[in-house]
């Protein structure tokens, strides 16, 4: 995946799955970043997660990846039980937390993905990503000015350290600040941060006010050139 290289990706998911069946992590990677981010076989990405969960049911992993995927299927039910039972059985796991967090913000349960959010920010040391998913749940509320402080939060730390700008781009649309944007996401396709194929994905609908701009669309077509991005 990180070649940007599909035909290879998949190659490699199927060989390693080949070796070990029973491998948990590369079946449900192959099943959301291939399956569904790149290709949008939805169905299929979540039989393979259920697969995943099948070889070990008390992985709080698995039942957090199977989450992931039924809530971009648009399986919500299915999505926020998986997610609740991964935070039963880990109940100090950041992902299992965000995975409830992401899964509550697409069933449109705001309130209840931001008090999670809120949580998932804390344990992971505010992580550039449980900003970003935070940012986008309020987003999706119509809370715009905690949106900005979540976007000042993070410029104001990239100023400091590291973070990856394709985050950065969606939390500035999130924001409606369109030309900072745009300038994150052309950063992040010229240096193919390795997140767009998953953040900016047409199939994960995380970017999709991103999309909602021509010269984003011009940025991925002139620019990005991966059949990574390309619905």
């Given amino acids: 995946m990180g070649s940007w290289?599909?035909?290879e990706a998949e190659r490699e998911f199927l060989r390693a799955l080949e070796l070990n069946p029973r491998y948990i992590q590369a079946r449900d990677w192959y099943a959301l970043y291939y399956l569904m981010f790149s290709e949008g076989r939805m169905v299929e990405a979540m039989a393979e997660a259920k697969l995943a969960l099948e070889s070990d049911p008390l992985s709080s992993y698995a039942h957090t990846m199977y989450g992931f995927i039924c809530g971009y299927a648009g399986?919500?039910?299915r999505a926020v039980e998986a997610a609740r039972r991964a935070l039963e059985l880990d109940s100090e796991s950041y992902l299992a937390?965000?995975?409830l967090q992401e899964v509550l913000r697409v069933t449109g349960a705001f309130e209840e993905s931001v008090a999670t959010g809120e949580v998932a920010l804390a344990v992971s040391g505010r992580h550039a990503w449980a900003m970003m998913f935070l940012a986008l749940t309020l987003a999706d509320w119509g809370k715009?000015?905690?949106v900005d402080a979540v976007y000042a939060e993070m410029l104001a730390r990239s100023r400091r350290q590291y973070v990856p700008p394709a985050p950065l781009a969606l939390?500035?649309?999130a924001a409606s600040r369109?030309?900072?944007a745009i300038r994150h996401a052309?950063?992040?396709l010229e240096i193919r941060d390795p997140e767009c194929q998953f953040l900016f994905s047409r199939h994960a609908r995380l970017a999709d006010r991103l999309y909602a701009y021509p010269r984003f669309r011009e940025i991925v077509?002139?620019?990005g050139r991966s059949e990574w991005l390309r619905a």
Avoid: G, P, T
């Fill in 75 to 77: 399986e919500y039910a």
């Fill in 221 to 223: 077509a002139l620019v």
């Fill in 178 to 180: 369109e030309n900072e």
């Fill in 144 to 146: 715009s000015a905690d």
């Fill in 171 to 173: 939390v500035a649309a």
């Fill in 97 to 99: 937390r965000f995975a």
């Fill in 186 to 188: 052309q950063e992040a």
């Fill in 5 to 7: 290289n599909k035909v």
